[in-house]
């Protein structure tokens, strides 16, 4: 069993963003200069799903193109000294392709697709997914990723890991964007927690919270300022 300090890590938007991937709240409801709610919600999915398969295909695509920065690969270098949980509201595979060896992905993953009837029906999918594509099943397949309006089925993994952790390190996201942003409420009272991002913003959480640090960073250099500091106690 690992004697190691257990911390949790929520990653948002952000720490994507600086490796290429656009988020939707940085441009007015937008995707990609898509509206969400047309190629991310069941009724966009009802409306066209050409539509939302030629997005996701256009998102999966990207991926390739893009690479994990260095925020992504500071936290990798805390596994030799702590047992880390990545909890990450991203559906990019970022966090697999630096290292990070426990990923839980809250709202879904780019590079999985899974049956439109039956959801424990899940295949991983690294190319394009066209009208026609089915599960073993015989139904259509639908992208692996949790829409406006669809429970959000890791939740309860999160906050229990979340629960069960000594420490927290909050990375590139708003805080605003519920139920991912009320985990931190899980967490035993007391317990250290960073939170790193350029324009951080405390939700009602954080607010109440006593032992908070915030490092007013982006993810490239603010993740490697909290991985020090925390390797330097270790060494």
């Known amino acids: 069993m690992s004697s190691k300090q257990k911390i949790a890590v929520l990653t948002g938007a952000g720490i994507s963003a600086e490796s290429g991937i656009r988020t939707f709240r940085d ?35 990207q991926l390739k193109e893009v690479e994990p920065n260095d925020g992504h690969l500071a936290l990798v270098d805390l596994e030799k000294y702590y ?23 809250l709202h879904g993953e780019l590079t ?25 099943k015989g139904t259509q397949l639908r992208p692996h990723i949790v ?10 993994v999160a906050a229990n890991l979340v629960e069960d952790t000594d420490m927290i390190i909050i990375i590139g996201t708003s805080m605003q964007v519920y139920p991912a942003a009320g985990l931190v409420s899980y967490a035993r009272f007391g317990i250290p927690i960073y939170y ?10 954080l607010k109440s919270i006593k032992n908070l640090t915030i490092i007013a960073e982006p993810a490239s250099t603010g993740v490697r ?5 925390l390797l330097k106690e270790k060494r």
């Open 147 to 156: 829409w406006f309006g669809e429970t959000v089925p890791m939740l309860d």
């Open 225 to 229: 300022i909290v991985v020090d500091e």
């Open 112 to 136: 999985k697709v899974r049956s439109t009837v039956y959801e424990n029906l899940i295949y991983d999918l690294e190319g394009d997914l066209d009208i026609g594509d089915r599960c073993k």
């Open 27 to 61: 441009s007015n409801g937008l995707w990609e200069d898509h509206d969400v709610m047309e190629v991310a919600s069941p009724m966009g999915w009802r409306n066209n799903q050409k539509l939302v398969l030629d997005f996701y295909n256009a998102r999966r695509r």
């Open 196 to 205: 790193v991002d350029p324009k951080p913003s405390l939700n009602h959480e």
């Open 83 to 105: 047992d880390v949980s990545i909890i990450t509201q991203n559906v990019d595979n970022l966090h697999e392709r630096a290292g990070s060896s426990k990923i839980i992905h």
